[in-house]
């Protein structure tokens, strides 16, 4: 019998690699995300719908081959070895789709690395708790990747509005309502694995830029009064404080900024959301129908989502 998870994206609201260093961030599941369907088979086999990779053809061989895609199918592979490992051996077909492209920077990594862990375990009949699971998610993402912090696999896990806290590392959700908003992808320069090295690396050279790491910490506490309270001016004016820290950091370049400068009139705000240089931009919309023409205008994907309440789980 088929049985079928969806896995949300994530946004990051705040806080994002000032969390790397113990300072508290906000996420949030989106209802963009994965679908993992699992049902049984006579191997283990894998497919993708839609998950774009280029081919290579050897007509010699009658043989074709996948690539464009390596980085999306090691989480694949570790998600399994590790469901493997903990579940034992399971007969069955995967079937991934993802509403949003992989690597754009909505942690669909995270997603798929949650979804496949879930839907194995599913698949396999065993009771798995989302404590485990979010932590094998973890898991994933660091042999994938070699440095993540655990938000978002833990947002991916548990979904709604989290404030993410460190050091030891818990999430808590914040109940709050979020109006419908928009994510802009823009192609990325820099894996996040790269992207966060560099920052170490400015971190370690230059003292003042620990005082920006401070002051994003400062933004996220700032932030979380103005989410309980559903202050839409005051959420939108603190992601560009946050975003020209980012900058600060070196994450968010022209593109960014002009983005958010030509839509300024239209927006609360807006921030990149996750390690930058491209990937998701969040828009806080104040007219979403000019927001959306301009959007469109632009040629940039683009979507509007709503936070998604729940956690990865069968659907
Ligand atoms: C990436 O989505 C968010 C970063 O803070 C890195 C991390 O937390 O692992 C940039």
Not at 224 to 250: P, T
Request: aromatic share 8%.
């Amino acid at each position: 019998m088929k049985k079928s998870i969806f896995a949300p994206g994530v946004v990051k609201l705040f806080g994002e690699h000032a969390v790397v260093y113990g300072k508290p961030a906000i996420a949030a599941a989106i209802d963009k995300g994965v679908y993992i369907d699992c049902v049984s088979s006579d191997k283990l086999v894998v497919e993708t719908v839609g998950i774009t990779t280029g081919l290579r053809f050897f007509p010699l061989d009658r043989r074709v081959e996948a690539f464009g895609a390596e980085k999306f199918f090691a989480y694949v592979e570790t998600a399994l070895r590790l469901a493997q490992e903990r579940w034992g051996d399971l007969a069955a077909k995967f079937t991934i789709r993802s509403d949003l492209p992989p690597s754009a920077g909505a942690a669909t990594s995270a997603a798929v690395s949650v979804g496949i862990l879930k839907a194995y375990a599913l698949c396999a009949g065993a009771d798995v708790g989302d404590e485990e699971v979010a932590k094998l998610g973890h898991k994933v993402e660091l042999e994938v990747q070699g440095i993540a912090s655990p938000m978002d696999t833990a947002a991916v896990t548990y979904g709604g509005v989290l404030k993410i806290l460190t050091n030891p590392f818990r999430v808590e959700p914040l109940k709050i309502q979020l109006p419908p908003f928009y994510i802009v992808l823009l192609p990325r320069l820099g894996t996040t694995g790269e992207i966060v090295k560099d920052v170490r690396a400015l971190l370690g050279k230059r003292k003042s830029a620990t005082w920006v790491i401070e002051a994003i910490g400062k933004v996220v506490e700032e932030a979380e009064g103005c989410l309980r309270a559903g202050d839409l001016e005051c959420l939108g004016e603190l992601m560009d404080i946050n975003n020209w820290l980012l900058g600060a950091l070196g994450v968010v370049d022209g593109r960014v900024v002009d983005l958010l400068g030509m839509l300024k009139p239209f927006i609360y705000g807006g921030k990149i959301s996750g390690a930058g240089r491209g990937g998701v931009v969040i828009l806080i919309p104040k007219e979403g129908d000019v927001v959306s023409r301009i959007l469109k205008g632009l040629g940039y994907p683009y979507y509007k989502v709503s936070v998604y309440p729940k956690g990865a789980g069968e659907v």
